[in-house]
């Protein structure tokens, strides 16, 4: 089956520690992209990249960084710079970064500070 | 700033009912709008696209309609049942290729 795969579905941090979420597709997809969503509140977008090699910063990118060295990997590290990461994250993509077409989910991690 | 507004931010009707989920945006230069389903502690699904040309777009028993010119988007569901309990998530496209605007979701709970 062709998606978008998020692990691990609960992660737990400890204050002063980096934690990477992973995200895998295997839709053949050019764009990926991070969000953030907070209980009752809509999704903000954290990073995002548009091919191999290149990222660009999201909305809320401080205390985050990413890599792209695969087509098919995006995955967030959420650095001990983030004071405030107890979220729901979700990776997702689409084709190309300019195409008019849908949006795909991953299932999303739960992060939550020990 | 483009802001997306979903009113109300939960609704609970009787199952059969056909209803309305609200969406306004305050910039009308969208690229298109995206209409998704969220279960509790889950991903999205998107369910419909509109894209910025067209008016409406229609899947099964949904209706999802788009008017630039007043900045609203409406996403009709039809005889309503209890499977249908969830956030439903509007987002517009902006002309930008990433910028993707989120609303808050309204919150549907459909009782048998």
């Known amino acids: 089956d062709g998606g978008i795969t998020q692990s691990p579905k609960y992660l737990f941090r400890k204050e002063g520690q980096n934690v990477t979420l992973s995200c895998e597709q295997n839709?053949?997809?050019?764009?990926m992209y991070w969000y953030r969503q907070d209980p009752g509140q809509g999704l903000r977008l954290i990073y995002y990249?548009?091919?191999?090699?290149?990222?660009q910063k999201g909305d809320i990118a401080e205390g985050y960084s990413v890599s792209r060295e695969k087509k098919e990997s995006f995955p967030l590290t959420v650095t001990s710079a983030q004071k405030n990461p107890t979220a729901f994250y979700l990776c997702?993509?689409?084709?190309?970064?300019?195409?008019?077409?849908?949006?795909?989910f991953g299932s999303g991690t739960q992060l939550s500070v020990l | 700033k483009q802001e997306v507004t979903q009113i109300p931010a939960a609704l609970s009707v009787p199952e059969g009912e056909n209803l309305v989920l609200n969406c306004s945006f305050t910039?009308?230069?969208?690229?298109?709008l995206q209409w998704f389903r969220q279960d509790p502690g889950k991903g999205l699904t998107s369910l419909l696209l509109?894209?910025?040309?067209?008016r409406e777009q229609t899947s099964g028993r949904l209706n999802a309609s788009l008017d630039k010119s007043s900045g609203r988007s409406t996403l009709y569901i039809a005889a309503s049942q209890p499977g249908d309990s969830a956030t439903y998530l509007c987002?517009?496209?902006?002309?930008?290729?990433?910028?993707?605007?989120f609303g808050s979701g309204t919150r549907l709970l459909v009782r048998p």
């Open positions: 997702a993509s689409k084709p190309l970064a300019d195409s008019n077409e849908k949006l795909f």
């Open positions: 839709l053949n997809h050019d764009a």
């Open positions: 990249s548009q091919i191999v090699n290149d990222f």
């Open positions: 910039d009308s230069a969208i690229y298109n």
């Open positions: 509109i894209q910025s040309s067209q």
């Open positions: 987002a517009a496209w902006m002309d930008s290729s990433y910028k993707l605007i």
